[in-house]
């Protein structure tokens, strides 16, 4: 009689905990997946059943006719909204009641990310944001190219220094030395050469910090986002003592030496030692942009930061975290895109002859910028290849949803809910972008570009809260892609995939076997 007791005690206590709260949204009227389908959306994708970029776009293209529909992942709850309309109220219009990420780590386990600029909160945020921004207007990158500029000299150096006139590299790899040395110089003021010197500390942190691929790092992953109680309880890290100790002591090592000797560095460490003084601009008059994927910056400058060394510290590990992987992926892709749409690399290798000639082979910020055709193909790229596939959004302030089509009826989305935008399904929707998976730079245009409907590019996210270095990571991929292409062919070799293969994880995009392709010397005439 007791086992039997038992057994109906714990089948109850696994459907009232278990089974129930999955049809908490059926239960307000929005549409939901079923229970199987659930149940095996949360546990069997964990086990590497599908690849990030298929899991993505069956969640876009779920419940077709919908606006928005409910899921859970494990013990959250998730309303995946797919409505470029809602999704612009949202995200913009109705900024303050979805204007923070949501909790990924305590303070008290990982502070270094915790004070980060993505983890940071309500007023923290908005004074960190409006300190931070300057940093990447216009003017600053017009300084910050050329500290560009020096390292793009290293890593063409280094490929035009051998000996083979086809070079067969692995892309990722390349790229990863070149933006880890960009953001070294840029965010730390710290020279490193990953070419000469792969085995520097800036190097073999970053690959540390963004390989999601080891069993550990998973784990750690997955119980900091999903269980950030069981993460304090037991003091689960997503950065390492070691790493942890290492950017702390570089960062305050750099302030102690500044402020001893009056050094003035035009980078992001100088911004904050200045913001903390009061002295940030609070506006700026722009002639020139990055390009079409900038996002608009919608704060103003705050007068005064209450900024410590710890949050300087925060906000250069959170750059250095962010461009390692993100800016080196995106420049693998448009390579890979380059290398199999040769119609596409030709037309953009003439518009460099082109613009080198007219700066006698010194290409000026004003002149690469203004690119039209390099900047159309790295839009495609970020359409195509997001490196972000989703962004999430957490309530803050009660909203409702109103009702737009005949089976709607208000929605109330409680403070703590989380909204996930899919958007690897929006750029691959035909109906946005006919023919998506065709790499097609006219898309951006000037004759097309204003064919997009609003919201459907969004490479940097959306809103306020979108990404702060949208004009820093497409400056990095012109100045790369100008020089490399002036100087090299990008060919297929025997190790290229074609189509790429991706692997069955839920934690990257990146092609199983790399980004294998060749480097052919352009011989001058």
């Not at 195509?384 to 929605?411: D, S």
Request: net charge negative.
């Amino acid at each position: 009689m007791f086992l039997i007791l038992l057994g109906i005690l714990l089948i109850t206590l696994f459907y009232l905990f278990g089974v129930k709260p999955l049809f908490a949204w059926e239960r307000r009227g929005v549409k939901q997946a079923g229970f199987a389908e659930t149940l095996g959306s949360n546990y069997f994708s964990l086990l590497t059943r599908r690849t990030l970029i298929d899991f993505v776009r069956e969640l876009y293209g779920k419940f077709p006719g919908y606006r928005y529909y409910g899921m859970y992942q494990l013990n959250r709850s998730l309303l995946i909204v797919k409505d470029l309309d809602l999704l612009k109220q949202m995200t913009v219009k109705d900024f303050e009641h979805f204007n923070e990420h949501k909790d990924f780590v305590p303070e008290e386990v990982d502070p270094i990310f915790a004070k980060s600029l993505f983890s940071l909160k309500g007023n923290e945020w908005r004074t960190m944001r409006s300190a931070l921004s300057p940093a990447f207007t216009s003017s600053k990158m017009k300084v910050l190219y050329l500290l560009m500029l020096e390292n793009t000299e290293k890593c063409m150096n280094f490929l035009l220094n051998k000996k083979e006139n086809l070079l067969e590299i692995e892309m990722k790899d390349l790229t990863s030395k070149f933006c880890n040395d960009v953001i070294a110089s840029c965010a730390f003021g710290t020279e490193v050469d990953s070419f000469k010197n792969p085995d520097n500390e800036f190097f073999v942190y970053g690959k540390e910090l963004t390989d999601f691929r080891k069993i550990p790092r998973m784990i750690s992953f997955f119980i900091s986002y999903l269980f950030p109680r069981i993460s304090k309880l037991f003091n689960v890290k997503f950065t390492s003592d070691e790493i942890y100790d290492f950017f702390t002591k570089l960062i305050e090592d750099t302030i102690k030496l500044r402020e001893e000797k009056g050094i003035v560095r035009p980078d992001m460490v100088h911004l904050l030692m200045e913001a903390r003084k009061g002295n940030v601009a609070t506006e700026e008059t722009v002639d020139v942009d990055t390009g079409y994927a900038t996002v608009e910056e919608h704060l103003k400058a705050s007068d005064t930061c209450a900024i410590t060394n710890a949050d300087i510290v925060s906000q250069a590990f959170l750059f250095f975290f962010a461009g390692f992987d993100s800016v080196s992926t995106l420049m693998s892709f448009m390579a890979y895109e380059l290398c199999i749409n040769e119609d596409v690399q030709n037309k953009l290798r003439d518009e460099i002859e082109e613009t080198s000639e007219a700066c006698k082979n010194k290409p000026s910020y004003e002149a690469l910028v203004n690119m039209k055709y390099l900047d159309m193909v790295v839009s495609e790229a970020l359409r195509k290849w997001p490196a972000q596939v989703g962004f999430e959004r957490v309530c803050i302030k009660p909203y409702t949803i109103k009702p737009v089509l005949p089976h709607e009826k208000p929605v109330d989305v409680d403070v703590g809910q989380s909204i996930f935008v899919p958007v690897y399904g929006v750029h691959h929707d035909p109906e946005l972008f006919p023919d998506p998976e065709a790499f097609d730079p006219e898309r951006f245009s000037d004759e097309n570009k204003n064919n997009i409907k609003s919201c459907a590019f969004m490479p940097f996210g959306l809103g306020p809260r979108n990404c702060i270095g949208s004009r820093f990571a497409l400056l990095e991929t012109k100045i790369l892609f100008f020089f490399l292409l002036k100087h090299f062919k990008i060919v297929p070799v025997e190790k290229t995939e074609i189509p790429l293969k991706h692997g069955k994880n839920l934690f990257s995009i990146l092609p199983t076997n790399g980004f294998w392709m060749g480097l052919e010397r352009i011989q001058k005439v």
